[in-house]
């Protein structure tokens, strides 16, 4: 069972996990402008850049997605839902949850998620 200083916590470390996302996606953000206005030399200049923008972009749609999860899990502490297994709707254990905060299913759930992805 989750008590209130337990979600207290959880909403602290949800809270600095997005704050530090956030700046990622800041100094990623002046990375890319910087990199806009540099003059490309040759081929291997041109793949470099190439290759750290596509890196940085996936980097960032991940933690775009992570914090989107976490601003849904902030809004469960504040609805009173924070815990609960989107599909069963039982309590999400604690160790889940203090591995993933930001934790949407159980772990039963979650493997039965991860096995229908991977027949598609």
């Known amino acids: ?68 999860e976490i601003d849904e899990a902030l809004k469960k502490i504040e609805n009173g839902t924070y815990g609960i297994c989107e599909m069963c709707e039982e309590a999400i254990s604690i160790e889940r949850l203090q591995v993933k905060p930001q934790a949407k299913y159980c772990i039963v759930c979650r493997e039965i998620i991860e096995k229908n992805r991977q027949k598609e």
Do not use: C, H, P, W
């Open 1 to 68: 069972m989750i008590t209130t200083v337990d979600i207290k916590k959880f909403k602290k470390a949800l809270e600095e996990r997005k704050e530090q996302i956030e700046k990622n996606l800041k100094n990623i953000q002046e990375e890319m402008n910087s990199l806009r206005g540099v003059d490309l030399n040759d081929e291997a200049d041109y793949a470099s850049i190439s290759t750290d923008r596509l890196i940085e972009d996936a980097l960032t749609t991940k933690q775009q997605k992570e914090l989107k």
